[in-house]
C-alpha cells in the first residue's frame, strides 16, 4: 500500500462518515456508553461534538466509517478494506497528539496517521492467514482486532513485549459481534468493535496490564517486523496530485458530505485545506480532526 492510497483512504473514510451521521440508526449507535460520560482531551468524533476516551472514540468512529458499506472499491483488498483499522487509528492519534502537546512535548502529523494505516492493512493480511480470497466476516474481525492492538500499542510507544501481549490476547479476545444492520449492510459495526477492543488492548498492555499468552510466534516476528516499516513517511514524501477516476470520485463524495453536513464557511475552509495534500500531511492530527467538529 502506497502513502497516496492512505491518504486517499483517510478522505474517502471522513467522507464516509459524515454520510452516515445522515442516518438516525447510525446516531444511535455513537456517543458516550453512558449519557454524559465524556473525557475532556480524550478523542473526538469527526462530524460531531463528542469528546471520548479512546476506546468509545474508535468504536464510534469505525461504526460511522462503516455504516453505509460505502468505501471506494478501487482501495479494497483480498483481505480487507484499509479504513478497517481507521477507528482506532484516528481515536488514539487524537488522543496522542492532544496530550503531547499538554505535556510539552511534539505533536503527532498526519503523516504518522497514514504510515499507522499502511503498516496496520499489512499487519491486518498477516493477521488473516494471507488467504487469497476475501476472509470469512469472523476472520476478518479477528485480524483487525490483533492489527489495531499492534499498531496502537507501537503507537503508544509499547516495547516489542507489549506489543505481543497485545497481539496475543487480542488473538484470544472471542469473536466480535456479527450484527447485520436493519439495511442488510454486512456488519455495519462489528469492524469497529474490534478496532475499539484493539485500542483496549494496547492500552492495558502498553502499561502493564497484560501479558503474552504463549511465546513469540513466527507470526509475532513479521508484525514487529511490519511495524518498523514506513517510519520514514513524510510530508513530502506525498507530492500534490491531480486526481482523476477513482480519487476524483472520493474527492467529490468529500466535498459533497463536507458541504451536507458543516455549515457553508466552515465547510470551505475545510475543502480547502484537503486540497493542499502537502499541508494536510503535515499538518497536527488533533488541528485537523479540529477542523471537523461540529459544534
Known amino acids: 500500500m502506497h502513502p497516496e492510497q492512505a491518504l486517499y483512504c483517510l478522505i474517502d473514510s471522513l467522507a464516509c462518515g459524515l454520510q452516515a451521521l445522515q442516518h438516525p440508526a447510525a446516531v444511535r449507535r455513537i456517543g458516550p456508553v453512558v449519557p454524559g460520560a465524556t473525557m475532556a482531551g480524550g478523542a473526538r468524533v469527526p462530524g460531531t461534538s463528542y469528546d471520548l476516551d479512546p476506546v468509545q472514540a474508535a468504536f464510534c468512529i469505525g461504526t460511522l466509517i462503516h455504516w453505509l458499506d460505502a468505501s471506494?472499491?478501487?482501495?479494497?483488498?483480498?483481505?480487507?478494506?484499509?479504513?478497517?483499522?481507521?477507528?482506532?487509528?484516528?481515536?488514539?492519534?487524537?488522543?496522542?497528539?492532544?496530550?503531547?502537546?499538554?505535556?510539552?512535548?511534539?505533536?503527532?502529523?498526519?503523516?504518522?496517521?497514514?504510515?499507522?494505516?499502511?503498516?496496520?492493512?499489512?499487519?491486518?493480511?498477516?493477521?488473516?492467514?494471507?488467504?487469497?480470497?476475501?476472509p470469512p466476516l469472523s476472520q476478518r474481525t479477528a485480524a483487525v482486532r490483533v492489527a489495531t492492538a499492534a499498531v496502537v500499542a507501537s503507537m503508544l510507544g509499547g516495547t516489542t513485549a507489549q506489543v505481543i501481549a497485545a497481539v496475543s490476547c487480542a488473538r484470544l479476545a472471542g469473536a466480535t459481534a456479527q450484527v447485520e444492520s436493519s439495511g442488510g449492510l454486512l456488519a455495519s459495526w462489528a469492524l469497529a468493535d474490534a478496532s475499539s477492543r484493539g485500542v483496549q488492548l494496547a492500552l492495558l498492555a502498553t502499561r502493564g496490564g497484560l501479558e503474552s499468552a504463549q511465546g513469540t510466534s513466527a507470526a509475532d516476528a513479521v508484525i514487529i517486523q511490519r511495524l518498523t516499516l514506513h517510519d520514514d513517511l513524510q510530508g513530502d514524501a506525498l507530492p500534490a496530485v491531480e486526481p482523476d477516476g477513482p480519487q476524483a470520485r472520493i474527492l467529490e463524495r468529500f466535498r459533497a458530505s463536507v458541504a451536507a453536513h458543516f455549515p457553508p464557511a466552515q465547510a470551505s475552509r475545510t475543502v480547502g485545506l484537503f486540497a493542499d495534500h502537502r499541508m494536510l500531511v503535515a499538518m497536527p492530527i488533533h488541528e485537523l480532526i479540529a477542523r471537523l467538529v461540529r459544534n
Open 72 to 134: 471506494d472499491a478501487s482501495l479494497v483488498a483480498p483481505w480487507g478494506h484499509p479504513s478497517d483499522n481507521l477507528g482506532g487509528i484516528l481515536a488514539i492519534a487524537d488522543y496522542l497528539s492532544r496530550l503531547r502537546i499538554v505535556e510539552g512535548g511534539a505533536p503527532l502529523p498526519v503523516s504518522e496517521v497514514l504510515a499507522a494505516v499502511i503498516k496496520a492493512h499489512e499487519i491486518q493480511r498477516v493477521a488473516a492467514f494471507g488467504q487469497d480470497g476475501r
